[in-house]
């Protein structure tokens, strides 16, 4: 049997159908088109699901189960999006009207959750019982995973990893709160790191490899400018590295998981993260002096790992 799983996002609808070894064998796409009535969303959900399942050679009734992952606060109990801000969604019961247009059962969880899930089965969290997976993109993301089940409090709220503070008083996060972990360690602040640097430094290889315009400036310029051998790229670099390892420590210190994976386009790094990572995690962590310890990894699954993770994500609801 065959799974279907739904990346719902702000800019994107992505269906795919997974296979029993994991493996997307057909996607369908549509545009989100924020903001607009949420039936209108979910009518091209499900219209998407039903072109990922012709495309994949397979009937309806091939498919097992499917689930979503979705943005903002979700209930996966009820099957409900309590609220999404970016779509606009409030108390829509997502799941059940996607039943209703397809006739599949749907089951559905928070994004990042499905996502974490997904890496968690079929990725760079394969074989462990406890896994966290950071997502660091236009804020830090984050799942946690405990004897196989996501985490996510008695609320179904918990599991914000971005919004716990590393700098009181620090920068103003979207949240509303000074010094999250978000405000330093997502590839936002990456971009506002590495133009305060661009600034500061006007002889910087940083600001040719964006061609002298520093609204070009992407979550690559200090890295490619520190490959290059530009301090002040390195400097940037650095410091970044420092805040993304102040949030992993925490959450090793107070999860201890088997394996914390990171994801986002700054993983693609690889070592040039890791390595650094690791140095900061041998002096800092609180199990530092025992056998076992949490290894770090980067995600292997890429935006595959939301589609996999909501496909099977009935698994943990049933």
Not at 13 to 34: F, L, M, S
Not at 82 to 104: H, Q, R, S
Not at 130 to 156: A, E, H, P, Q, R
Not at 259 to 269: A, F, N, R, T, Y
């Amino acid at each position: 049997m065959y799974r279907l799983g739904i990346d719902l996002g702000g800019t994107n609808i992505v269906a795919g159908v997974v296979d029993e070894n994991y493996k997307i064998i057909a996607t369908a796409k549509r545009k989100t088109n924020c903001p607009r009535k949420a039936k209108e969303i979910i009518d091209d959900m499900a219209q998407a699901a039903l072109e990922a399942i012709k495309k994949a050679g397979l009937e309806i009734k091939d498919i097992e189960s499917a689930g979503v992952g979705s943005p903002g606060a979700i209930n996966p109990v009820d099957r409900v999006v309590t609220y999404a801000n970016n779509l606009g969604f409030k108390n829509v019961m997502l799941a059940k009207e996607l039943k209703d247009a397809t006739g599949i059962e749907f089951y559905l969880e928070n994004d990042a959750n499905a996502a974490a899930y997904g890496e968690y089965i079929a990725g760079a969290g394969k074989g462990a019982k406890n896994f966290i997976m950071i997502t660091l993109g236009t804020g830090v993301g984050g799942g946690i995973i405990i004897d196989g089940k996501i985490y996510s409090g008695s609320n179904y709220a918990g599991g914000e990893l971005g919004h716990t503070v590393i700098s009181m008083d620090g920068e103003m996060c979207s949240c509303g709160r000074q010094g999250c972990w978000e405000a330093y360690a997502s590839a936002t602040a990456l971009i506002r790191q590495t133009k305060q640097a661009m600034k500061k430094y006007s002889d910087s290889l940083m600001w040719s490899i964006c061609n002298n315009d520093i609204s070009a400036v992407n979550g690559l310029t200090a890295f490619d400018a520190m490959r290059k051998g530009d301090m002040a790229g390195k400097m940037v670099v650095d410091k970044y590295i420092s805040y993304i390892a102040a949030g992993i420590i925490n959450n090793i210190n107070i999860f201890q998981p088997e394996i914390l994976c990171i994801g986002g386009g700054v993983s693609k790094e690889g070592d040039n993260l890791i390595v650094p990572i690791e140095k900061y995690l041998k002096g800092e962590n609180y199990a530092r002096d025992l056998k076992k310890k949490t290894l770090i990894k980067a995600a292997t699954l890429g935006n595959d790992a939301g589609i996999i993770g909501a496909a099977y994500i009935g698994d943990l609801y049933k």
